[in-house]
């Protein structure tokens, strides 16, 4: 990894504000799911038509394992938003969002021969925005935006305390 201080000014700008962005978009989805009264994944779980198929309909069949992915997506999302807007766990956060979106990529990827009775916003092929959302939240894991602009500044300083 680089140090930190290799970076331009710009560079470091502009990641901080892709991770910031990337992490408002995260939080803003947990939040307005738990604000919608009776949200609930299964809608987008019925239109699983790939690989995960039969995954997503094991979990729409069992009531309280569609709970509990309902309340874990919410709080993912909202923990997620948070880590990646304060800098705090961002590597953690970052790979941790990434994966999540990449779940959310394979239940409902944009492949030819797919039909799904949803409107989608967008016309995709292969790849989505959320394949390049992934995509980038696995790039902000590389760099290090936190010990810039982010609470894993005192995390760090705190370790490095601890460890004396």
Request: hydrophobic residues 50%.
């Amino acid at each position: 990894m680089k140090e930190k201080n290799s970076y331009t000014p710009l560079q470091m700008t502009i990641l901080v504000l892709l991770r910031f962005l990337i992490g408002w978009h995260l939080l803003y989805e947990g939040v307005s799911k738990f604000l919608t009264p009776n949200w609930t994944s299964m809608g987008f779980l019925k239109e699983s038509k790939w690989i995960l198929s039969g995954f997503s309909i094991w979990i729409i069949s069992n009531k309280s394992v569609l709970n509990m992915v309902d309340f874990l997506n919410i709080w993912g999302l909202i923990a997620i938003g948070l880590g990646l807007i304060l800098g705090l766990f961002t590597r953690l956060a970052a790979i941790s969002g990434a994966l999540l979106l990449l779940v959310y990529y394979v239940i409902n990827p944009p492949l030819i021969g797919l039909e799904y009775s949803v409107p989608i916003e967008g016309n995709y092929l292969i790849v989505s925005k959320t394949l390049i959302e992934a995509v980038a939240l696995f790039a902000l894991a590389l760099f290090p935006t936190s010990s810039i602009v982010g609470l894993d500044v005192f995390v760090t300083s705190f370790k490095n305390r601890r460890n004396k």
